[in-house]
């Protein structure tokens, strides 16, 4: 089954969504890389953007403006903080995507792009709610107001079948593959290979085609590839 729009859009949770694994007895995705290896967890993630609205104003006039980039940085660093209290595997990365035209126009409008990341869909909700109560105090301290809106597709963690993972094991060491990483119990990366992990057993291996000097999602990759 082909299923495009991975990155970013998710075509793995649409077509789950849709039905298309329902009736389907086991999926397999098998992804190049730097290592052979039969996967493991992958994190949840929660991506959300963070808009903020206040109003222009003549820098050399300040105190007829509401600095929206003010707040979005604040908020930012605020965001940052969360991550000493959080539980472990968790990850949040975020980025200023608007921050105002002009030095010398207080930014009416500012924006922030995060990713929550966490073992479970649950938590990384959970962290994004801390996220939002701070970002809220943080919106009416700099009298502005804010929104918040899901940009990307969210993925869900990855279901973990270890008899799936025992199967193609023996599968790569009867076609010669050596050096087979086992399931990997600590979750980075997101994949909308977790959608399907909750319609049907799944599992995503890892085809060694390079060194493990060239890292993935790079050029170095796709040359490999």
Do not use: W
């Amino acid at each position: 089954v082909g299923t495009p729009a991975e990155e970013n859009f998710g075509g793995k949770v649409s077509m789950s969504e849709a039905g298309v694994f329902d009736d389907v007895d086991v999926a397999l995705m098998v992804h190049p890389g730097s290592q052979n290896g039969v996967g493991g967890r992958s994190s949840a993630l929660n991506p959300i953007k963070f808009e903020f609205f206040g109003k222009n104003a003549h820098a050399c006039e300040p105190a007829a403006g509401a600095s929206a980039l003010d707040a979005a940085v604040m908020s930012y660093l605020q965001i940052n903080l969360l991550r000493q209290f959080a539980a472990p595997h968790t990850y949040i990365h975020g980025v200023i995507k608007d921050g105002g035209e002009a030095a010398n126009v207080i930014p009416g409008y500012a924006s922030l792009e995060y990713y929550f990341r966490a073992p479970t869909m649950a938590y990384a909700k959970h962290i994004t709610d801390k996220a939002v109560q701070a970002v809220d105090g943080i919106c009416q301290a700099n009298g502005v107001t804010f929104k918040t809106s899901i940009y990307e597709c969210p993925y869900e963690d990855t279901v973990i079948n270890y008899k799936l993972a025992e199967i193609l094991t023996e599968k790569y060491a009867e076609l010669g593959v050596e050096e087979i990483q086992p399931v990997d119990e600590v979750a980075t990366g997101s994949t909308d290979v977790g959608a399907v992990s909750y319609r049907c057993p799944t599992i995503q291996g890892f085809i060694k085609i390079c060194g493990q000097e060239v890292a993935g999602h790079t050029k170095e990759m796709a040359a490999a590839t």
